[in-house]
């Protein structure tokens, strides 16, 4: 039983890991960032690391019991959103930084949950 239920808990990380990243890719156009008028580029860090961060919630998703460092590695892509947020950039403006925080934030919490209740199993 508890290996369905740590199965449970790693697959809806992942879950959350790729929608955090589909949403990081659609949220320029979606909130009318000024760096989508300038073809993302200065998006473009966030843009790669959303595409990572789908592939390893993919990953998690649907074998999640099977990759025991895709935690570990969710919640560096996690911290290096935040430094990627805290960097900066050209064009970016407070509602750019406020997302990359709310959704590292959000992906880091449900990676390190998903750690912290395996750990405890």
């Given at each position: 039983m508890g290996d369905l239920h740590g199965r449970t808990v790693e697959s809806r990380a992942g879950v959350t890991a790729f929608l955090a990243g589909v949403w990081l890719i659609a949220a320029p156009p979606v909130l009318h960032f000024s760096a989508s008028l300038h073809a993302f580029r200065p998006y473009w860090w966030s843009m790669g690391l959303a595409v990572v961060l789908m592939l390893l919630g993919m990953v998690r998703a649907m074998a999640p019991l099977d990759?025991?460092?895709?935690q570990p590695i969710t919640i560096?892509?996690?911290?290096?959103?935040?430094?990627?947020?805290?960097?900066g950039g050209d064009g970016w403006t407070w509602a750019v930084w406020l997302n990359q925080l709310v959704v590292s934030g959000v992906v880091a919490l449900s990676a390190g949950l998903a750690l912290l209740i395996g750990i405890r199993r």
């Open positions: 990759v025991p460092l895709a560096a892509l996690a911290l290096w959103l935040v430094i990627v947020a805290l960097r």
